[in-house]
Structures are given as structure tokens and as C-alpha cells.
């Protein structure tokens, strides 16, 4: 008797082409279906013991499962900052998994090089000169934590201590200085040995999110010229806002700081000309983190993580072994990331890329800015909202005119994802609870706009 493996193994082409004629299927609803899926898991199953063979596992994740997930590569799911995937990134993923790559080292493969062509595309894209050597890793909070790993291995250059070798008790506390610091931030220090406490949040601008450049001098000069970490924000996640980047990398002809810039999805203000000084200063970075799957709407997970100081990375991130060689001139991926095997994650990217080209991922976010600024107007000339901050680029963020409290906030949006048409999530801002709307997918159009507003005075009414 053949096992279930022997026999999907020859009837692959048929199951293959059965599995995307479903995907298919799936996609050519993402836009009508309901946004949310039902978060309660069916019953679990136990581990089959023979497997039932890929066709019968296929009904079997279509009956039990599929119901159940989100429709979020669809056009009105607004929760996060969550990207859609391009047909071509689809395609690019797809294969990843065909040709299974591991770009760790290049002794077998060209895979490493595709990485590194898709590298400095994304180099060109966001206006960074070569100096600036990129990697991909998983997602903006692992590029965060890559681009402070370094930073950390600076401030031990400062001190004379290598961290990598000595470990941080010979380092000793370090400062770190950020206005409106992603959440992600504070996990990386965590991750990091540096402590949660280690992050000191400078004042902002009043009624913004962008740090206040002389409260950011100020602060340096208290360190009285003892080596810092400054973590600015490209983009903050509840109103996009952009810290000055270029009057902060100023700061550093008097201070010594290690600039990291969080441009998780604020960096894709450099692909369009209305918006592209809001990350002017971007390349004087010592590191940078920009997320893919947010949006460059490749499929989850991907983001990059730039540096000038990729000497310090290799020192962090080295894993030499005989069978791995010495980090060289252009060191294998190995040496400068967390992981050591990897998937081909640039290659959805580097198809995007491919096949729309800078002036095709512009339409993307420009599309994206005017939907949002669209809703934004709509939710500003709507008595039962408040408007909390001007709409920079792609997130709106608001809450209800009446009793913006916790309970109501969520219900509202509970109700709202109960609908099906729409999914966005909450916030604070400034100690208010708020709603914040982000569109990142290529999906979304004008049309969705005042669909989503219906959506949610309905979710309201029903109040
Ligand atoms: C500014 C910023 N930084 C970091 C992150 C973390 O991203 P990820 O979930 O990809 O780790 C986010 C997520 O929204 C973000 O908006």
C-alpha cells in the first residue's frame, strides 16, 4: 500500500493546480466577503496518525478553518498597518516555497545575490546611498531589534568594550532617546539585555507625535557627552508623524548619538513627491527599519533593516563555523541577523519590484493617501466624530464625539467588524481612546471610502 506522500508525490500537478484554482477562488472574493472571520477555533483535532493525503487536508482546512480567517488582503480591512499582496509578490512567494532557498551562505546557490539585487532596489527607492548595506529579517520589530543590536556594539566602540565578545555587563546602562517610540522599540531593549528602562521619551511638538528637536538637544546635552542610542520615528503608528529627521542627525556634529530611524511604513513617503520631504535626512541614518509587508504589500513576513556600520553588525551577528567560511568583503546573510537558516524572503519583493517598478508601488501609496485623506474628510465633517490629528499620509485617527471611553470605543468596533464590511482598530492618543483607520493595500480604491463611513455610523447607531 503507497502512504499518502507517495501518492500526492504523483499526482502533484493536479494537486498543485487544485490548490490555486482554490486560492484563486479566495482571492476573487477578498473584496466582497466579510473582512472579519470568526475568531472562536472549531473543535481541535487530533494529530492523524496516517495523514489523509493533501486533497481530503485541503476540504478538511476549507471546512474547519478557512471560515474562520480574516479577509485581510482584501480592500477594507484598515486594522494595523496591514499591506495587501500585489499579484506579483503572490507569485513571488509562491515560488520561494518551490524552490525552498536557503540564502544563508552562496555555496550553492545564486539566491544570496537575488537578495542583494532586490537590496539595492530598495536602496534606490528610498534615496539611500550605497553606504547603507541591507538585510531582510522577518518584520519591523526584528529590523528594530537588528538596527539597536548594532547601535549597542557602537556604544561598546565608544567605550572601548566589545559587546559581542564581553557581554553587557561590561558595557554598563545605556540611554536611549526617542519622542513617540513604536511599542516595538521597547521590546527590542528588552530582547536586547538593555532594559525597557533604558528608553527615556523625549517631549514632542504640542498636540503631535513628532519629537521636539530642542527638547531632543536638551536632553543630549544632559548626557554631557556620554554615547547615546536616539531612535527617531518616520511614521508614527497612531497619526503618521515624522520627527525632523535631517535638524536630528544635525544634532549629532555636537552630540555623539547613534541615529536609528523607525520608517516601518513612513519611509514610503519617499516614493511620492507630495510627501517625500517628511523623510528628508532618512540616508544620514546610522540604521534604518522599513517593513515590506506593510507597504510594499508583499505576503507576511518581510521587512529590511539598513545599515552604515555593517563592520559592528558582522561583530554582532557573526556565526562562523568551518562549514560556514569567515565573514568575507561581502558577508553571506549568516553573519548579520538573528537567523541562520532563512527563507528566500526577498524574492515576493523583488517580483514586486519587478513587475511595477517604482512609479507602480507610487500609485500604491499615493492611492492609499488619498483614500485615507478622503475618509479623514468625510469623518471630519461628521458631527458624531472627532477628527484627532490631520491626515499625513495614510491612517486616520478619531474617535467618537460622544463619551470616548474604552467600552464604547471597542464596541463600536466590535460591531463594525461584526458587520463584515470593515475592520480598523483602537488606540490611545494623547490619553484619549481613539479608532485609528490605515490604508495599506493595493486593493483599497475610492470606492471602499464611503462604504467604510456607512459601516461604521451603522456600528454607532447601533449604540
Ligand atoms: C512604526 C512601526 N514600527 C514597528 C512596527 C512593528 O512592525 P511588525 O509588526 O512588522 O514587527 C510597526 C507596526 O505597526 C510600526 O508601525
Redesign the pocket.
Known amino acids: 500500500m503507497t502512504t499518502p506522500l507517495e501518492d500526492d508525490s504523483a499526482r502533484l500537478a493536479t494537486l498543485l493546480a487544485d490548490t490555486c484554482s482554490y486560492a484563486t477562488q479566495m482571492l476573487a472574493d477578498v473584496a466582497t466577503r466579510p473582512v472579519t472571520g470568526s475568531v472562536r477555533a472549531p473543535a481541535s483535532a487530533p494529530l492523524p496518525e496516517r495523514g489523509i493525503g493533501l486533497t481530503a487536508a485541503l476540504a478538511d482546512f476549507q471546512a474547519r478553518w478557512a471560515r474562520g480567517f480574516s479577509a485581510s488582503a482584501g480592500p477594507r480591512y484598515l486594522g494595523?498597518?496591514t499591506g495587501g499582496a500585489t499579484p506579483a509578490a503572490l507569485a513571488g512567494d509562491w515560488l520561494t516555497g518551490t524552490f525552498d532557498q536557503n540564502p544563508t551562505s552562496g555555496l550553492d546557490s545564486s539566491a544570496p545575490q537575488l537578495e542583494r539585487e532586490t537590496l539595492s532596489w530598495l536602496r534606490t527607492l528610498f534615496d539611500l546611498d550605497d553606504a547603507h548595506a541591507g538585510a531582510f529579517v522577518?518584520?519591523?520589530?526584528?529590523?528594530?531589534m537588528v538596527g539597536l543590536a548594532i547601535a549597542r556594539e557602537w556604544i561598546g566602540e565608544r567605550r572601548g568594550v566589545q559587546v559581542s565578545e564581553q557581554g553587557l555587563a561590561a558595557l554598563g546602562p545605556v540611554k536611549v532617546l526617542s519622542g513617540a517610540a513604536?511599542?516595538?522599540?521597547s521590546k527590542s531593549l528588552s530582547m536586547l539585555g538593555l532594559g525597557r528602562q533604558a528608553l527615556t521619551a523625549v517631549p514632542l511638538l504640542p498636540g503631535r507625535e513628532a519629537v521636539d528637536v530642542p527638547a531632543l538637544d536638551a536632553a543630549l546635552d544632559a548626557c554631557a557627552g556620554e554615547p547615546v542610542i536616539v531612535v527617531a520615528?518616520?511614521?508614527?503608528?497612531n497619526t503618521v508623524d515624522f520627527d525632523d529627521l535631517a535638524a536630528i542627525a544635525a544634532l549629532r556634529q555636537r552630540h555623539p548619538f547613534w541615529l536609528h530611524v523607525?520608517?516601518?511604513?513612513?519611509a514610503f513617503a519617499a516614493l511620492s513627491p507630495a510627501h517625500e520631504h517628511l523623510v528628508a535626512g532618512l540616508d544620514a541614518a546610522d540604521s534604518i527599519?522599513i517593513?515590506c509587508?506593510?507597504w510594499l504589500n508583499v505576503p507576511y513576513?518581510s521587512?529590511v533593516q539598513f545599515t552604515r556600520r555593517r563592520d559592528l553588525q558582522v561583530r554582532v551577528f557573526r556565526n562562523s563555523a568551518a562549514y560556514l567560511g569567515l565573514p568575507g568583503a561581502e558577508p553571506d546573510f549568516v553573519h548579520l541577523t538573528p537567523e541562520n537558516s532563512r527563507r528566500l524572503r526577498a524574492l515576493a519583493a523583488w517580483f514586486t519590484l519587478a513587475a511595477y517598478g517604482r512609479s507602480g508601488h507610487r500609485d500604491i501609496v499615493e492611492r492609499n493617501v488619498a483614500a485615507a485623506q478622503a475618509f479623514g474628510e468625510r469623518i471630519d465633517h461628521d458631527p458624531d466624530f472627532v477628527l484627532l490629528a490631520p491626515v499625513r499620509m495614510n491612517v486616520a485617527c478619531f474617535t467618537l464625539a460622544e463619551r470616548p471611553t474604552e467600552t464604547r470605543v471597542q464596541a463600536v468596533l466590535r460591531r463594525l467588524a461584526d458587520s463584515g464590511e470593515a475592520f480598523l482598530t483602537a488606540t490611545t492618543l494623547h490619553g484619549t481612546w481613539a479608532i485609528r483607520a490605515a490604508f495599506s493595500n493595493w486593493r483599497t480604491t475610492g470606492v471602499d471610502v464611503p462604504r467604510i463611513h456607512a459601516a461604521l455610523r451603522a456600528a454607532l447607531r447601533e449604540d
Request: hydrophobic content about 35%; some cysteine.
Open positions: 494595523f498597518v522577518t518584520g519591523a520589530t526584528m529590523s528594530n513604536h511599542s516595538s522599540i520615528n518616520a511614521g508614527t503608528v523607525d520608517g516601518a511604513f513612513g527599519c517593513d509587508h506593510k513576513d521587512a
